[in-house]
């Protein structure tokens, strides 16, 4: 039976002065204290009762309390404010959180049916079981120049892995549990100019060569990853002089005047005209691409991986569903996509490409 819905939290629009704050910027207040000595890991799964609010409208989105049951999930596949904030808690304790956007599910979107910008909750802790032990780094593990432990388990003598060369590889991504979190094994080896990798790639491929193999250990923050540590299996299978890569377009900075422009605000020209039908945005399209921020930077190309692409239309970024829908295959397209059909606004350090993008195309085929 659905027990009385909590009222909305007096503070709920800001953490009150005397609420513990952590270096994520996570927020808490104990209400009601716990009985427990130990505390959960990322790993444990815990039971608990509790209610979410919006600190801006004070709006309840969701609680466990209101439906009469409580819940029960594994604490490394929540948003990561949960992730922090539950480990600091005892068996009995009730606990306030106020967590930024940053660490919940980030701003608030009119009309996304998820709730945005800082929330609070207010959580019970029922119980908890612990999980599998995190992940520890082997005592001969080597590391590299930005600290990365690795071991290597397969040595080769192909050739060696090096800054300007395209790398043929394979990685699975292992939690503390041996289950893989990510892995290419299901879709064939992954081709990157090795100066394109992120560190912990690069940097322990910089010490092998083709044919090797290795393990190596990184710090889950550097993935997004809710564990402490996650192991990767690397495999280098071979290293290739890449294709040069293309000539920024003269026009990258800002969509032309001359550019053709559909309803969504999709600017393109054709640089090659093709033949035939067009996809659909179930096809699955086969395509060899360029992509660049306005400030000249490419960020992508299949170009220079010297392998085209192949994915389902649908589960890309809206400009390229609707655009590569205006293409024949054999033809070649320029497209200046902004960043609401691409990846959003230019976010520093995040890794990702910002705002308005561009990209050359070419379409190969499709099913």
Not at 23 to 45: D, F, M, N, Q, W
Not at 167 to 189: A, I, K
Not at 279 to 304: I, L, Q
Request: aromatic share 8%.
């Amino acid at each position: 039976m659905a027990q009385n819905i909590p009222p909305v939290p007096e503070d709920v629009a800001k953490a009150p002065a005397d609420a513990q704050v952590t270096s994520s910027g996570l927020a808490s207040k104990v209400l009601i204290a716990g009985t427990g000595s130990e505390r959960p890991s990322s790993s444990s799964t815990v039971t608990v009762h509790y209610s979410g609010w919006q600190s801006s409208d004070g709006n309840m989105f969701d609680s466990s309390v209101a439906r009469g049951e409580p819940t029960s999930f594994p604490l490394n596949r929540v948003i990561a404010g949960w992730t922090e904030g539950l480990q600091l808690m005892v068996a009995g304790e009730t606990r306030r959180f106020w967590i930024p956007q940053d660490l919940a599910y980030g701003p608030e979107q009119p009309g996304s049916g998820r709730p945005g910008g800082q929330l609070v909750f207010d959580v019970e802790l029922i119980s908890f079981e612990k999980g599998p032990e995190p992940i520890q780094v082997p005592a001969d593990a080597a590391k590299t120049e930005s600290g990365i432990a690795y071991v290597m388990t397969q040595a080769a003598e192909g050739e060696a892995a090096a800054a300007g060369k395209n790398l043929v590889f394979h990685f699975t991504l292992l939690g503390p549990d041996g289950q893989p979190l990510q892995s290419s094994r299901g879709d064939g080896p992954q081709t990157a100019p090795m100066d394109r990798l992120p560190p912990f790639f690069s940097e322990v491929f910089a010490e092998m060569n083709a044919g090797g193999k290795a393990e190596a250990y990184i710090p889950g923050s550097m993935l997004g990853a809710q564990f402490e540590m996650v192991k990767c299996e690397l495999e280098l299978l071979d290293v290739k002089v890449p294709p040069p890569a293309p000539k920024v377009p003269e026009d990258v900075a800002a969509v032309p005047a001359d550019a053709e422009k559909t309803a969504s605000g999709l600017a393109y020209k054709v640089l090659k005209a093709g033949a035939g039908e067009k996809p659909k945005a179930t096809s699955t399209v086969s395509v060899h691409y360029s992509g660049w921020e306005t400030d000249g930077e490419m960020f992508d190309s299949s170009v220079v991986r010297g392998e085209p692409a192949s994915f389902p239309l649908n589960q890309v970024i809206p400009g390229w569903t609707e655009g590569l829908q205006l293409m024949s295959p054999g033809a070649s397209y320029r497209f200046w996509i902004p960043e609401g059909l691409a990846y959003g606004p230019k976010q520093e350090g995040s890794g990702r490409p910002g705002g308005l993008l561009v990209f050359d195309v070419e379409l190969l085929e499709f099913s």
